[in-house]
């Protein structure tokens, strides 16, 4: 039963006005929550009346009655979130699964280890099976004409911002730049990419980039092609029009007011385009790597050596591009979305 | 079957008993991204996110409440984030004609009052979460606190503030809200420490 006279502080810790009081009372009388103690107290209030006709509207607006999506919606997300079951149940058997607990499919979690370490082959293997993968990864690395936008060098950003959230940078400017919007055809993306392009680096610094970009993709095309995702012959065509563009903080400063209230003292990001998970690599290898301490999603991964980079798909989510080093020194390439759901590797 | 026996055969990895899951608890799980997000596309995205963040995370349900309980919370988190995510990219703002003086007659007060769609996303997030679980889910007091893991004090305050919030907001012409309108029972301060006292 509750004390009417124990009044819940506010959450900054002061306390409730009596105005905020007397709703409290009205709320939970209409919701039958109130103690008869307070069905005494509101009953003797005049002004009670109209505070519980207020939130008998509010409760009835809430509370009508809400379309339900189209039947197909609901199948998609049904179907979506089936196939992420199939996935982490094919790559939970493979890698958790003992003789005490294989043999048993009613298995209590409590019995289950609470964080199964994923072993990355097995993981792979499953998911290249996966139709989930196929829908996900669309979102992610399209073909040419809906291309990636990788924002970089936010570690570099959040560093010299004074602890800006990298996400809300990477966001922000992705905004800015109509690249996050769900809207956003094709042809914006790429018009995004274009002007960020243009704005981060100069004519100059184009073919030295590209030059490093040539470079840096002839020394990762074998260490990277033991990860390619099964989409990559389908988007071969796209790669050729996919551009490389990094920002160059030390020579180059954006002439665009509002970006520059963003990025106060340099340009800080890179914008690339990709449609493989390969190439988003080679051109992500341009940018500073961060540490996998900050990476939300290496330890979930079990991910222990290599680093990371903060992308964004068209639509605005914020994944990670993960490096993994194997002990051999090879390098790994992953995609994971903001759910540290891999995406492509 | 119950809901208890399908979540220990979804956990041994039984995709029939994880399929009946999700779709015994859909229209609940997207009502509730409905209210939270305002809109069918944002409901739409923050469902699916919900539903995913269920299947990832059966694994690791451990029973101690209800796979209601713990589905709604799951969901209620999922589409708060989603919202979250999207609340941090710039909306674009377009100019509004200048409004017309001439004062409205009460037929264009009424549609220009906001709609619940768009009155829920104004109230903030800590408010908004109890009123829905509370109004479209029904649950009581106790079960809120369960799932949004907070004092049912809390609820119960928070509750009553986002009603507050959305009675302003849905009509905001209405004269006497609680600010303008003195209360018998807060006419002082310790008023209803008062009449709470036992006889003496």
Known sequence: MTDPSDFNPRDDGTSPSDAERADELASAFVDGEATADEIILIENDPTSAERIAQFNTVTSAVSAPITPPPAAIRAAHLAAAMAEFEENKSIDLTTSASPATAGSSAEPASNKPAEPVIDLTAARESRAASPAKAERSNRWLMSAAAALLVVGGIGFASSRLGGSDDADIAADFAGADDAGDEETSASNAEGATEALQAEAMGESDDEAMEDDAMEEESAMEESAGSGAMEDEEAMEEGEESADVAAADADTEESSDPNRSSVFVEAPLVAAFEATTINELFEQATLLEPLPLEESLCAADLAIVDGYWVPVESIDGEIGELIVQISPDGEAIPILVDAACTVIAE | ?200
């Open chain 2, 1 to 200: 079957m119950t809901d208890e026996e399908r979540v220990a055969l979804a956990q041994g990895g039984d995709s029939a008993a994880m399929n009946a899951l999700l779709e015994t608890h859909y229209e609940r799980l997207y009502a509730i991204c409905r209210r939270i997000a305002g809109n069918d596309a944002d409901a739409a995205d923050a469902c699916q996110e919900a539903l995913l963040a269920v299947v990832k995370g059966i694994g690791r349900f451990d029973n101690r409440s209800s796979f209601k309980t713990w589905s709604h919370r799951v969901a209620t988190n999922a589409c708060l984030d989603e919202l979250r995510r999207r609340k941090r990219r710039p909306i674009a703002v377009v100019d509004e004609p200048d409004r017309i003086s001439d004062e409205p007659d009460v037929a264009q007060r009424v549609s220009d009052r906001l709609t619940i769609d768009e009155a829920l996303p104004q109230i903030p997030e800590e408010f908004r979460a109890p009123v829905v679980l509370r109004d479209v889910i029904g649950m009581d007091y106790a079960e809120i606190a369960e799932t949004l893991e907070l004092a049912p004090g809390t609820v119960r305050s928070r509750i009553a503030r986002g009603r507050r919030h959305l009675a302003n907001v849905l009509a905001p012409d209405i004269p006497d809200g609680p600010d303008s309108q003195e209360s018998s029972l807060i006419g002082e301060p310790d008023a209803l420490g008062e009449r709470q006292r036992p006889p003496t």
